[in-house]
Nanobody, 122 residues
């Protein structure tokens, strides 16, 4: 499955953005989807997952502010980001996996698609 994240940009603190993840080349609906982010000088970390049954989980730092969703008919996933903070500034990526419980281990992934830059100004 090839993935590309889009929708990033520059936003003021307190604002909102919705990221999109477009997938091609595989049976998207069988996978769990994860959104990740990597801030400058920091490791890439998992911030949200959604299983193929719709169950969503969030990292504590984004819980209650971000919403992950998927549209299997469109081979797409989304990350609605609300109440953005400067510390949310990062490059955001999406990826897929067969086991949502293992998706926090970024070293398991062979490839990453293009990320999208989100910059939150104070």
């Amino acid at each position: 499955v090839q993935l590309q994240a889009s929708g990033g940009g520059l936003v003021q603190a307190g604002g909102s953005l919705t990221l999109s993840c477009a997938a091609s080349g595989g049976i998207f609906s069988i996978y769990a989807i994860g959104w990740y982010r990597q801030a400058p000088g920091k490791e890439r970390t998992l911030i949200a997952t959604i299983k193929n049954d719709g169950e969503a989980n969030y990292q504590a730092s984004v819980k209650d502010r971000f919403i992950i969703s998927r549209d299997d008919a469109k081979n797409a996933a989304y990350l609605q980001m609300n109440s953005l903070k400067p510390e949310d500034t990062a490059v955001y990526y999406c990826n897929v996996g067969l086991d949502a419980e293992k998706m926090s281990d970024v070293d398991l992934f062979i490839a990453w698609g293009q990320g999208t830059q989100v910059t939150v100004s104070s």
